[in-house]
């Protein structure tokens, strides 16, 4: 029986062998990011906080694309002169119902309420992402009545566990 073993065992393990030079010609899984984005992205985000606050909601970087998506509340003028800093970068420009400055305004609002572990604005500008421990129903209700004029996307979850705590 152990003469038997002994091949098998041989047979598997060269087979189990990997061979790293096939992994070479695979594509890569993650996206690099594209220097031209990136540049575009720094120069434009401190001039839409700023100076188009009241329109801006959001950036998107599309590395796969590659382009930018700019999220804001339309604006003949925010739409030119963002074209004109991102040279050098696709921008594609969408709709928001939100600018950044109301969603930052109703995530305060929303993480008054007891059971909300999580609140950030959506990217979009489509309103407000809230994970609560508690019943969803209930605390979109309650948002409703806290924080009236926003959209509210809730789900159920588990609070965040800080790094080093587990």
């Known amino acids: 029986m152990r003469t038997a073993a002994l091949p098998v065992a ?7 062998c990997g ?14 990011n594209d220097p031209a984005l990136m540049t575009a992205a720094d120069a434009i985000v401190p001039v839409l ?13 599309r590395n796969e694309v590659p382009e930018l998506v700019v ?14 800093l ?6 594609v420009f969408q709709d928001a119902k939100y600018t950044l400055v109301e969603l930052k305004a109703s995530v305060s609002c929303a993480m008054g309420v007891p ?3 999580i609140a950030g604005p959506a990217v979009e500008g489509s309103g407000v992402r809230v994970t609560t421990t508690g019943d969803p129903a ?3 209700a309650d948002l409703e009545t806290r924080c009236p004029g ?10 965040p566990v800080p790094a080093g705590r587990r």
């Open 10 to 16: 041989a047979a598997l393990a060269l087979t189990a």
């Open 19 to 32: 061979h790293p030079t096939e992994l070479e010609d695979q594509p890569m899984t993650t996206p690099m």
């Open 49 to 61: 906080e700023r100076r188009f606050a009241d329109f801006y909601a959001g950036l998107r970087v």
């Open 71 to 84: 999220y804001r509340k339309p604006d003949p003028e925010l739409d030119a002169e963002i074209t004109e």
């Open 86 to 91: 991102g040279q050098g970068a696709r921008i």
């Open 115 to 117: 059971t909300v572990v």
């Open 138 to 140: 209930t605390v979109v």
């Open 150 to 159: 926003m959209d509210f996307h809730v789900e159920q979850g588990e609070a």
